[in-house]
């Protein structure tokens, strides 16, 4: 098994920047891609960014350019954030998909923008 801990959530003003961090522990060898979702009061969990262990990134449309995903080592994860805005609020979920095809996630960390 893969457990996973966020860390760097927080409030901030719209147009201020946060990194989120997710440290992974256990089977950590057959991780193969590690990405960030989120979800919004009411909403459905989206997909924010992902990462696969060759470095091929993807981003949700709404977060493009704003946003930037990067694997510091073979166990984190890290997401910078910039030019946040209100509807980036959010609980933000660390995932890692692993060789067997089942996925793991954190707990979560909050994030508030406030307008």
């Known amino acids: 098994q893969v457990q996973l801990v966020e860390s760097g959530g927080g409030l901030v003003q719209t147009g201020g920047s946060l990194r989120l961090s997710c440290v992974a522990s256990?089977?950590?060898?057959?991780?193969?891609?590690m990405g960030w979702y989120r979800q919004a009061p009411g909403k459905q969990r989206e997909l924010v960014a992902g990462?696969?262990?060759?470095?091929?990134t993807n981003y949700a449309d709404s977060v493009k350019g704003r946003f930037t995903i990067s694997r510091d080592n073979a166990n984190t994860v890290s997401l910078q954030m910039n030019s946040l805005k209100p509807e980036d609020t959010a609980v933000y979920y660390c995932n890692a998909g692993v060789t067997s095809g089942v996925d793991y996630g954190g707990k979560g960390t909050l994030v508030t923008v406030s307008p």
């Open positions: 990462i696969t262990n060759g470095g091929r």
């Open positions: 256990g089977k950590i060898f057959s991780i193969n891609a």
